[in-house]
């Protein structure tokens, strides 16, 4: 792998099987640093802030982790193209593995410099793992297979959800996916039809997001896809509830809503206003947990899961 490599107390900079300088604990500092850049991110999307603040956000946080012995700009000379930098940590994270493995990565740049993601030759992304990474299976010899479902149960604000499924055949084409479109919003409808099928690679749904609904053990928030039930009402999701309902297991799970990507013990990241796929949930003071409802899918088995930090535009 290169990049980091995250335990409960602190992180090694990889490329493959080299380490670059010294392991390096994860300091109250660190914490309280990475955290702030973390909430300042935030605000900037929030407020629409022009292109220099997050390039700002970007050189601080890629001087942190550069530190004094260089390790990022060391990482940066000798890794492949394109550039995959994946921040790695166990399956169940310590607040200081928390800390790191939310930090806004993406927007990475280099002191004087733009940002990593706008180098078209280095193609630079990030990926973040929880736990070791298992053998990927071989690719089908068909087409990709994918399935859409959209939720809006009743009292929430209607969703665009046709729009949303145009856009997906315009970008990948009729003639090269296999679409199965769901639209009952149902998740146990949509086990049904994948069950059927005998399951597809892709999974996307789109619905509200909540990341700290108070549905857990004592009233813990926890984060939820609010979906419909059989009578189109609101029926809240969990990770443990969808995983139970997709047994087949997709490759990958889109999760369009907001705060999918999201801690459960974060606040403060929607906007105000009603252009978004989310609402700020009811259990913000409820014992929280610290898993996102990706990262909980995650944990739970399903191999790659795409997710939002914040608000997803309707």
């Keep these: 792998m290169t990049g980091l490599a995250v335990d409960g107390t602190g992180f090694e900079v990889l490329v493959g099987d080299e380490r670059i300088g010294s392991r390096r604990l994860i300091e109250p500092a660190d914490v ?32 942190w982790l550069d530190g004094d012995q260089g390790q990022l700009t060391a990482l940066l000379e000798r890794a492949a193209r394109p550039l995959v930098f994946e921040v790695t940590g166990p399956r169940s994270p310590s607040d200081r593995s928390w800390a790191v493995l939310r930090a806004p990565f993406e927007l990475l740049a280099r002191p004087g410099g733009g940002l990593l993601a706008e180098d078209e030759l280095a193609r630079f992304c990030v990926v973040r793992r929880l736990g070791p990474a298992q053998q990927r299976p071989a690719l089908d010899e068909f087409r990709l297979s994918l399935a859409f479902m959209a939720s809006s149960p009743r009292g929430q604000r209607e969703l665009d959800f046709e729009a949303e499924e145009a856009a997906i055949l315009n970008a990948v084409g009729e003639a090269r996916v296999d679409l199965m479109v769901e639209d009952t919003g149902d998740p146990e409808q949509l086990a049904r039809r994948l069950a059927e099928l005998g399951g597809m690679r892709v999974v996307h749904l789109s619905c509200h997001g909540l990341n700290n609904w108070p549905g857990g053990p004592g009233g813990r928030g926890v984060p939820v896809l609010m979906m419909e039930d059989e009578v189109g009402g609101d029926r809240p999701v969990t990770a443990a509830d969808l995983v139970g309902l997709l047994p087949s297991g997709p490759r990958l799970l889109v999760v369009s809503a ?33 898993h996102s409802l990706s990262t909980a899918l995650v944990a739970a088995g399903v191999p790659a899961v795409i997710g939002w930090d914040g608000s997803v535009g309707d």
């Design 32 to 63: 309280e640093l990475l955290t702030a850049l973390a909430g300042r991110y935030v605000r900037a999307v929030q407020t629409g802030a022009d292109a220099g603040v997050f390039v700002e956000l970007g050189r601080e946080l890629f001087g």
């Design 258 to 290: 907001c705060l999918t990507a999201t801690g459960a013990d974060a606040s403060g990241h929607l906007p105000p206003g009603d252009g978004h796929k989310g609402k700020p949930g009811p259990g913000a003071d409820a014992g929280l947990v610290a």
